[in-house]
């Protein structure tokens, strides 16, 4: 079965401080990604990976950075958190591109709130 | 990708066939259909997908029309952990970015 875990459940952070959210895949998946989903939004991408120390902006970069040391490990980073980042933030894994191997399987969300 | 068409929301008896449509009416022919699920305050959950043939997983049962126009996700019997927000979504493969698209989707009550 894939797993794929993410470091904390539910955050509470203060406007301004440095946030690290964490997603750990065990099944040796290329391509990880990073979506938040909000009501009447939907899921929206943020940033995505292919390899190791690669990433590409989705949709809404914008406040966030990502990075991608290890093929296992994908790290969001909110360089200096809002009330607007409050939201549920959803990191998802695929093996590679193509066929069945594109199937997407995601984390248990973390849920964030910015005071 | 393709718009996706589905009901807000559905009812079912605990035990019984869950039978969720969707319309697609504008799926080119190297879109997949993929459904996925997503149980309150919980991640999204991979269900299955097809291209034109029906597939069985040990979750459900995705049944295409010969158009590809529409799709019905089968739950045989379902259980009330099954109750969930259920995701159709339409998309092709080796695209830019691969980012899912998830709309509405169905609240699903299961009910005992």
């Known amino acids: 079965d894939v797993k794929v875990t993410q470091s904390s459940r539910y955050l509470v952070k203060r406007t301004g401080e440095k946030v690290f959210l964490e997603c750990v895949q065990d099944?040796?998946?290329?391509?990880m990604f990073w979506y938040r989903q909000d009501p009447g939004l939907g899921l929206r991408l943020i940033y995505f990976?292919?390899?190791?120390?690669?990433?590409e902006k989705g949709d809404i970069p914008e406040g966030y950075s990502v990075s991608r040391e290890k093929k296992e490990r994908f790290s969001l980073i909110l360089e200096s958190a809002s009330t607007n980042q409050t939201s549920m933030y959803l990191c998802?894994?695929?093996?590679?591109?193509?066929?069945?191997?594109?199937?997407?399987?995601f984390g248990p969300g973390t849920r964030l709130l910015v005071l | 990708d393709a718009k996706t068409t589905q009901p807000t929301s559905m009812d079912c008896a605990e035990g019984r066939a869950a039978n969720l449509p969707c319309n697609h009416s504008?799926?080119?022919?190297?879109?997949?259909v993929y459904w996925y699920r997503q149980i309150h305050s919980q991640g999204p959950q991979y269900i299955i997908h097809?291209?034109?043939n029906n597939e069985t997983n040990e979750m459900a049962s995705l049944i295409i029309t010969e158009d590809r126009k529409s799709s019905t996700l089968i739950l045989p019997h379902a259980t009330l952990r099954d109750t969930a927000v259920y995701y159709c979504?339409?998309?092709?493969?080796?695209?830019?970015?691969?980012?899912?698209?998830f709309g509405t989707g169905t609240l699903l009550a299961v009910q005992p």
């Open positions: 998802a894994s695929s093996l590679s591109s193509g066929g069945y191997q594109e199937t997407q399987y």
């Open positions: 099944m040796d998946h290329e391509n």
């Open positions: 990976s292919y390899d190791v120390k690669m990433k």
């Open positions: 504008t799926i080119s022919g190297n879109e997949y």
């Open positions: 097809g291209l034109k």
């Open positions: 979504i339409v998309r092709h493969h080796g695209g830019a970015t691969n980012k899912l698209i």
